[in-house]
């Protein structure tokens, strides 16, 4: 069973466009996270969501909204896609807030044409 | 924000030498974890750290949490080919932050 699981694995999409990314884990964690990872494989954080509340929101364009469903569902949806949106996308969880180890999806690929 | 300094950047090995890599930060860490990136997956974690002095093994590699709290370091022992990947480590420094990663260390294993 994959613990975290996003998808789709790959997106390619036109600028201007809005797409979603979901993500599931099934390891009862309460802390939900979206990492974006750049061409030079630097990763950040972008959001952190606990027990579906937004804690963090590290000055993300507005264009990007995460929703939590529920605990174990924290999707991304983003508006009117840049070049510069291409990158690879990491959902994460880890246990609750106050523990660090993160446990990561397989990543989405966006390619924003 | 705060910041992580990774070296080396990458490293070309021979199959069987042991690797050294290190991270340090500009401020004072808490909590430092090693993960592991293989092509088209995600980090993976390979070792967590919590006290300032730690050293923890898991099979052929071994992490330290600095003295000082701002840095640590990995070693893998006896390198093979699946060592191959971009290691990162990462650290946060309290309970209201967030993970902050390294730029990573890409290894490659030459056979």
């Known amino acids: 069973d994959t613990a975290v699981s996003q998808t789709p694995k790959y997106l390619v999409t036109q600028m201007g466009n809005d797409k979603s990314i979901k993500c599931e884990q099934n390891?009862?964690?309460?802390?939900m996270y979206w990492y974006k990872q750049d061409s030079k494989k630097f990763l950040k954080i972008m959001f952190s969501?606990?027990?579906?509340?937004?804690?963090i929101n590290e000055t993300v364009p507005n264009r990007f909204s995460p929703k939590s469903p529920d605990k174990a569902h924290l999707n991304l949806h983003i508006n009117s896609l840049e070049l510069g949106d291409s990158a690879v996308y990491f959902c994460?969880?880890?246990?609750?807030?106050?523990?660090?180890?993160?446990?990561f999806g397989q990543g989405t690929r966006l390619t924003v044409v | 924000g705060q910041q992580l300094n990774q070296s080396p950047q990458s490293m070309f090995i021979q199959e069987g030498e042991d690797v050294s890599m290190n991270c340090t930060s500009s401020?004072?860490?808490?909590?430092w974890l090693w993960y592991k990136q293989d092509p088209g997956e995600g980090p993976v974690l390979l070792i967590a750290?919590?006290?300032?002095?730690e050293l923890t093994s898991n099979g052929r590699l071994t992490a330290q949490f600095g003295i000082t709290r701002k840095d640590s370091f990995l070693n893998i022992s006896a390198s093979i080919p699946s060592d191959v990947g971009i290691y990162f480590c990462?650290?946060?420094?309290?309970?209201?932050?967030?993970?902050?990663f390294g730029k990573g260390t890409r290894l490659s294993v030459i056979a």
């Open positions: 994460a969880s880890s246990q609750n807030w106050g523990v660090t180890e993160a446990f």
């Open positions: 390891l009862g964690h309460d802390t």
């Open positions: 969501y606990n027990n579906k509340e937004l804690i």
């Open positions: 401020s004072i860490f808490n909590t």
């Open positions: 750290l919590y006290k300032a002095g």
């Open positions: 990462a650290g946060r420094n309290s309970g209201n932050t967030p993970l902050v």
